[in-house]
């Protein structure tokens, strides 16, 4: 047990996936070739006018509201000043006391089950700078950076938390689930690859029981949620050994090596949180419409989280069942159409479990796949009615996925029907004859095998036998109960 | 009156290098400014609300559709160096 507690928050910068960038017409794009998206507003020529792409503040508006941000009445943009070629201006524009969204909470489950309810500060919008390449010799002779400008301008929500957080594990269940959210919301990518979404966090420790706060380093900039996690208990560690040697940690930033596992500490550039904040004289403020806010609040999906919650306490599915199937919007949309169909566990099961691992195979989802969510109520209701055994049920989906067809239509045209007692019945007398052996076992009570009966009975019917009817069958004819 | 070095410091930021006359020119026109500030911070303005624009005009909003830009060519005409359709710079990492 470590002397020490950590004490985290972490940064999200997200880009919204709106058609133009937050302040000029220029289209967003990435992967296209360099600096084919600018214009003389996202160049920083000089006379040029900002305006406020609406979109941004509409997505803004939709994450502030799922946050259960404060909305403010009334927001204003910032310039905050530095000098960096990416940023053309010379200043971001960026929001500073008044942002859009004020405080707000986020809960997520983890794996446990116990829930995580991490404080927002805020959310505010800002622009994305360019995107700077360090060349390092591409040119014979010489050595720079090169800038390109496509990025920069595109609208990005910078979500800040409270100092709520105590694991590297908490961080990376905290953003996983606020990544699946943004995700329902469709407000952003979130390609942690891509960079549509990233996060930084600042990580402290402190003695146990103290409610100080020690001094903070910045963990910048990590492509994934499992090396920040992995960064962030490394980054724990280290201050743990500095201060437990008596040292004292230094407030700088800091780089996770994921490869070595290694913290190094990346030069503190003086004097560079000197930002110098002032209004935004280019740009006028933004008061969104009460009626506005109100109809985005009404038009909210079901979120991940509280969607989970319900599929566990009203539709009685497992916690794990609700994990895997909230993965996606689209998954969460195929599952309610069967579920409002048929038994909503059995749904839960059959796409969980064998749809999908049937589709691993074509590389499909559920949604793209020829198998529609009736069919798939269809088949549980075919199931749950004794017309087809499991075995039989999974070659039902088998050709489901093959031909698009309904399952009943599939148990027909490949003979799939459950047989009828009678006729099973004269396959278990032959079953039973030719096993002796297997017979007495069950005669000693050894119920165990009836699972070898069953087996035979469904090699024997190409898996056509109800498993309940041959062990009923079985016990009739061994047993004569 | 404020001191040289703040003068310095807020001349470091803003990447001006100034001679000592400049200096002092900053010295006292700086003050000046905040002496002004100081004036106003003395009045009472409880519930004055901060101006934070000269005009009284909200919500100035644009559609989210894209409008044409500048070809690359033109968008890097002017630049002081050009890297494969980029913007050449010191290096900066």
């Known amino acids: 047990m470590s002397a020490y507690e950590p004490v985290i928050g972490v940064e999200i910068h997200v880009q919204l996936s709106t058609r133009t960038k937050m302040f000029c017409g ?58 960096y070629p990416d940023l053309p201006k010379a200043y ?30 805020r959310a505010h919008l800002e622009e994305d700078a360019a995107k700077l390449t360090h060349e390092g010799g591409r040119r014979a002779g010489a050595e720079g950076s090169v800038v390109d400008f496509n990025r920069g301008g595109t609208p990005l929500v910078e979500i800040v938390t409270e100092p709520d957080l105590r694991s590297g594990s908490d961080v990376a269940t905290f953003l996983r689930q606020l990544r699946q959210t943004l995700l329902f919301l469709g407000v952003s990518d979130c390609s942690m690859e891509e960079g549509s979404m990233r996060a930084d966090a600042n990580v402290s420790i402190r003695p146990v029981g103290s409610h100080e706060l020690g001094t903070k380093t910045e963990l910048k ?28 940690i230094s407030q700088e930033t800091v780089h996770y090596e994921p490869e070595t596992g ?32 109100e109809s985005l609040r ?8 509280p969607l989970r919650r319900r599929m566990v306490a009203e539709m009685g599915l497992s916690a794990e069942d609700a994990e895997v199937l909230t993965e996606s919007p689209e998954l969460v949309e195929y599952f309610m159409q069967a579920a409002a169909l048929a038994d909503p566990k059995a749904c839960a099961n059959w796409i969980r479990g064998e749809l999908r691992a049937q589709l691993r195979e074509t590389g499909e989802e559920p949604w ?35 031909t698009g067809d309904q399952p009943a239509a599939v148990v027909e045209s490949k003979g799939l029907a459950a047989m009828d007692d009678g006729d099973l019945a004269a396959i278990i007398a ?11 076992q069950l005669r000693d009570g050894k119920d165990k095998v009836l699972g070898f009966f069953v087996g035979q009975a469904m090699k024997q019917t190409g898996g056509r036998a109800n498993p309940q009817s041959v062990q009923k069958l079985v016990r009739e004819a061994v047993l004569g109960e | 009156m404020i001191d040289e070095s703040t003068v310095n410091h807020v001349a470091r930021l803003a990447r001006l290098r100034l001679t000592p006359d400049e200096q002092q020119v900053m010295r006292e026109e700086l003050s000046g400014i905040l002496e002004h500030i100081d004036a106003i911070r003395a009045m009472d303005l409880d519930g004055v609300e901060p101006t934070t624009h000269v005009i009284a005009v909200e919500n100035v909003l644009r559609p989210d559709v894209p409008r ?24 900066m990492d």
Request: glycine fraction near 8%; charge should be negative.
């Open chain 1, 221 to 248: 900039n990590m492509n994934s949620f499992r090396f920040l996690e992995r960064g962030i208990e490394a980054e724990i560690a280290r201050q743990e050994r500095i201060l437990s040697e008596g040292g004292r």
């Open chain 1, 298 to 305: 009404a038009e909210q999906p079901e979120l991940p989280v």
């Open chain 2, 68 to 91: 044409p830009g500048l070809s690359r060519d033109d968008a890097l005409r002017e630049a002081a160096d050009v890297v494969d359709g980029s913007f050449g710079v010191p290096r």
């Open chain 1, 262 to 293: 290694h913290i190094t500490s990346l030069r503190s550039k003086e004097e560079s949180h000197d930002y110098r904040y002032f209004p935004e004289p280019d740009l006028v403020p933004v008061v969104p419409d009460p009626a506005w806010v």
């Open chain 1, 368 to 402: 793209q796949s020829k198998v529609t969510p009736a069919h798939v109520a269809a088949l549980v209701d075919l199931l749950a009615a004794g017309t087809v055994s499991v075995p039989a049920a999974k070659e039902v989906l088998a050709g489901m996925i093959q």
């Open chain 1, 26 to 83: 220029c289209e967003l794009s990435f992967g296209d070739p360099p600096n084919t998206h600018t214009c003389p507003v996202c160049l920083a020529h000089p006379g040029v006018l900002p305006v406020v792409n609406e979109e941004a503040i509409r997505r803004a508006l939709v994450i502030g509201l799922a946050l259960g941000c404060e909305i403010a009445p009334r927001s204003i943009f910032h310039r905050k000043n530095y000098f």
């Open chain 1, 430 to 440: 032959e079953l039973v004859a030719a096993n002796p052996d297997q017979a007495q």
């Open chain 1, 92 to 121: 971001q524009v960026s929001q500073f006391d008044i942002p859009i969204c004020g405080r707000g909470e986020f809960t997520a489950i983890r794996e446990d089950g116990s829930e995580l309810t991490v404080g927002i500060t």
